[in-house]
């Protein structure tokens, strides 16, 4: 028995549930994405999941809201949630279902029997409904198989560019720094100047000569 975690609530308010190693991969693929879909109804639901799940939601598995997705933003998410070996398909009305879009792992996670045979519709390029229709969406060539390992190297890339702003910023504000001093210097002698031109008459020439040994 995988280790599986409350993740929050669907938009029913039924917890939602998954393994480390799907919600990690979930992760992934919406930070890929660049927004979070809206979970209708999570994994490892038992007898709480809706009756069309059947039991491929006995596992990992998600539901996702679709009615408040531009069409462009659900072309980026069969792509994007396939990309990162996800078997995904939206569901429509005319199949018997509410818009929505069905999304199982392989058994790189810990899905149920069901969704395992899913899965396998997925690879054989099949719609995973109980009628075998053939898939209708955009499948990546190969196909993934499961998620994709995070690139070290990218990583140390993005810690070089922190390192490398700081140290801009750190130079940058050691100018600001230097120039607020030569100002305040500048300030200095000139009050200087005019103190000892008031207090004891002395003449520019001689002003030039004192202060010359002063200055920097």
Not at 70 to 98: C, I, P
Not at 123 to 142: I, V
Not at 148 to 160: F, I, K, R, S, V
Request: aromatic share 10%; net charge negative.
């Amino acid at each position: 028995m995988p280790t599986v975690i409350q993740r929050g609530f669907d938009s029913s308010g039924r917890a939602i549930k998954a393994s480390v190693a799907f919600w990690t991969a979930w992760d992934d693929a919406c930070e890929a994405l660049g927004f979070t879909p809206t979970i209708v109804q999570g994994g490892w639901v038992g007898d709480g999941g809706a009756s069309a799940s059947a039991d491929t939601h006995d596992g990992d598995a998600l539901d996702l809201r679709l009615w408040d997705r531009t069409e462009d933003e659900r072309r980026q998410m069969v792509r994007t949630l396939r990309s990162h070996g996800f078997a995904y398909w939206e569901r429509y009305e005319s199949q018997g279902f509410d818009l929505h879009a069905h999304l199982v792992p392989g058994p790189w996670a810990h899905p149920s029997p069901g969704a395992l045979r899913q899965w396998q519709a997925y690879l054989d390029s099949r719609d995973g409904l109980a009628g075998n229709a053939a898939d209708y969406h955009w499948r990546p060539d190969p196909i993934v198989t499961e998620p994709p390992e995070e690139d070290p190297m990218a990583d140390y890339a993005e810690q070089l560019d922190r390192i490398e702003k700081k140290v801009a910023d750190l130079a940058a504000a050691e100018v600001e720094r230097d120039k607020a001093d030569k100002d305040r210097e500048r300030r200095l002698f000139a009050n200087l100047r005019v103190i000892l031109k008031e207090r004891f008459g002395s003449t520019d020439a001689e002003l030039d000569e004192i202060l010359g040994h002063l200055e920097p």
